[in-house]
């Protein structure tokens, strides 16, 4: 899994480079091969610990670690009024929003289309 990032003319438009991150963030919740690989380690964490949290580690991480870096750049530029403390939660509520339904629903065989 790549490390996603946001850079050049998008990386200095909050506005639109949440929506860019977004978008990724939704396709890959739903591509079948990522809730394939997530259904097997979901399956089999009960055996193998490590599935479970490197599971969670590579569908999630690339993607926080980007808001991060994008709120991070505009909370120092002066952009955004965010406390350094409150980055991080921002990021992940974030990500819940956008993701967290999706890949729930995507674990059950449930997509939605594309308009929606």
Do not use: Y
């Not at 979901?42 to 599971?55: H, K, N, P, W």
Request: proline letters at 3%; glycine letters at 6%; charged letters at 30%.
């Amino acid at each position: 899994m790549e490390k996603l990032s946001i850079s050049g003319e998008l990386s200095c438009n909050l506005r639109n480079a949440l929506p860019a991150i977004g978008r990724d963030v939704l396709a890959r919740a739903t591509d079948p091969e990522m809730v394939r690989l997530q259904r097997i380690a979901m399956t089999e964490s009960t055996r193998f610990l490590e599935f479970g949290v490197s599971a969670e580690t590579l569908t999630w991480s690339p993607r926080l670690r980007a808001v991060i870096d994008l709120l991070r750049r505009h909370q120092q530029a002066g952009g955004i009024d965010l406390d350094v403390d409150e980055i991080e939660l921002a990021a992940e509520h974030f990500l819940a929003l956008v993701q967290a339904m999706s890949s729930r629903f995507a674990d059950f065989g449930v997509f939605r289309r594309k308009e929606q």
